[in-house]
């Protein structure tokens, strides 16, 4: 089945850093991937939408200034997480839905965040 | 009411026993559903699509009333590999494929 990496797993970082996280789709091309984030013992909440080629479409409440998405190839879309904060601290994870986009989602690993 | 709602658990169950969850959705055009299956700090892994009536798939049934807008998953005979939280999903409302989450369903299967 179609495969989604996403790198790092996890990572610590420093409060006021930044931290980019790299989701790749290994063997189809996605033109849409999705970044999720979920806090513990809560439900998986959709950030935003990632576009090949164009700007990104953010969910309410969820600062593109501060979690900044790039998707400049149709396998590769980055996450960076900017002056981090230990509210940030989160599990992030992307997906994609390999065509036809009625097929299942395909996730990344996912990365463990902790900003201290 | 929320997009995707489901049974709150924990479900604690003995190994063996048959275990039912249960989950509402609230957009009446969505025509696919997911059961996702998450370990502990892992990312979910599809379990079963839902696309018609319900379909089965070894021990797990899956059901969909869309009526009711209503969702089911049935494990029979629970294994102690079957602990894990229970994710029911549902197509966002958006054009481009994103997908609604349930808070999922925790299942402990115990010796």
């Known amino acids: 089945g179609a495969v989604v990496s996403q790198h790092p797993s996890w990572v610590i970082c420093k409060s006021g850093t930044s931290v980019k996280i790299e989701c790749r789709s290994l063997?189809?091309?996605?033109?849409?991937m999705f970044w999720y984030r979920q806090f513990p013992k809560q439900s998986l909440m959709l950030m935003a939408t990632s576009n090949e080629g164009s700007k990104a479409t953010y969910e309410q409440g969820v600062e593109k200034d501060k979690f900044l998405i790039n998707h400049a190839s149709l396998t590769l879309s980055t996450l960076t997480v900017t002056s981090a904060h230990p509210e940030d601290s989160s599990f992030y994870i992307c997906?994609?839905?390999?065509?036809?986009?009625?097929?299942?989602?395909?996730f990344g690993q996912g990365t463990r965040l902790t900003v201290v | 009411r929320k997009e995707v709602e489901q049974d709150p658990g924990p479900f604690n169950v003995p190994e063996g026993a048959t275990v039912a969850f249960n989950c509402t959705y609230s957009?009446?055009?969505?025509?696919?559903f997911f059961w996702y299956r998450q370990d502990c700090r892992k990312e979910p892994k599809l379990l079963m699509s839902?696309?018609?009536s319900g379909n089965e798939d070894g021990r797990f049934t899956a059901q969909l009333n869309r009526a009711s807008q209503y969702i089911s998953l049935l494990i029979r005979d629970s294994k102690l590999s079957d602990s894990a939280t229970y994710l029911c999903?549902?197509?966002?409302?958006?054009?481009?494929?994103?997908?609604?989450f349930g808070k999922g369903t925790k299942l402990s299967v115990k010796p």
């Open positions: 063997d189809f091309q996605a033109t849409t």
């Open positions: 997906s994609a839905r390999a065509p036809p986009m009625n097929t299942e989602a395909f």
């Open positions: 839902v696309y018609s």
């Open positions: 999903v549902a197509p966002g409302g958006g054009s481009q494929g994103n997908l609604i």
């Open positions: 957009n009446s055009a969505s025509q696919s």
